[in-house]
């Protein structure tokens, strides 16, 4: 027994009915698995530039803190704008 109680979170890809069951069976918070955002956010990427997006886009998850992260998010996103609309839109 190691003391873990519950669920808390389910992580899992953005699909309606995992998030539906997370919070109908567990009573807990979903959140998108990052592996699964990063490939539907790359399939709106040129071919040749997805090695650069999936560099600019990882900095979002490497900041300390959640605060840094939204002002990367908004950095990159305004980056991403003006020549990939989708992912800028993301």
Not at 14 to 37: E, S
Not at 43 to 57: G, Y
Not at 77 to 85: H, I, N, S, T, V
């Amino acid at each position: 027994d190691r003391g873990l109680r519950g669920v808390k979170l389910v992580i899992a890809d953005d699909h309606k009915g995992l998030r539906a069951a997370a919070r109908r069976v567990f009573d807990a918070t979903h959140q998108r698995c990052r592996v699964h955002w990063l490939r539907n956010a790359l399939a709106h990427a040129p071919a040749k530039q997805r090695a650069a997006v999936a560099a600019m886009l990882k900095t979002i998850f490497a900041q300390e803190t959640r605060t840094e992260a939204i002002d990367q998010w908004g950095i990159v996103a305004d980056a991403l704008r003006e020549k990939q609309p989708k992912l800028g839109a993301l």
